[in-house]
């Protein structure tokens, strides 16, 4: 139990930590790619927006899989009694409102559409999955 926990804690530390070092070497040669003014073709994607595209997939997946273990344990238990309500009500909210301003703000244009929700898509995996989720526990 602890030692798994404690494991686990380490890891993602230094999973955390790897990828802000990442992060940072690639802001800094991105930087220096701009002062040599090198072309770039519009339709490809550069290391930044992959690291975050990378980074937005990662944090869909763990946000998902926060609410499984209060899942499982409430089944197991047949019960929701220990949980904060207002905890997972305010959670419910602000993905709610997170995934809502992410969808008004959708280009206008039938050609941009496409492309921004892909670009957003964990993002809104995230916040409405996790909202489908909250709707279980509450």
Known sequence: GSKSL???????????????????????????????????????????EMSGFICGYISCVFYLGSRFPQLYKNFRRR?????????????????CTYGLSLV?????????????FLHHLPWLIGSFGVLFLDIFVS
């Open 104 to 116: 008004f703000k959708m280009p206008a244009t039938e050609s941009f559409r496409a492309l921004y």
């Open 79 to 95: 019960s929701t009694e220990g949980s904060s309500y207002l905890l997972f009500a305010l959670a419910m909210m602000g993905n």
């Open 6 to 48: 404690k494991n686990f804690c380490v890891t993602w530390i230094m999973v955390c930590v790897a990828l802000c070092v990442i992060f940072l070497c690639q802001l800094l040669l991105r930087n220096q790619d701009q002062s040599t003014v090198m072309g770039r073709n519009n339709n490809s994607l550069d290391m930044i």
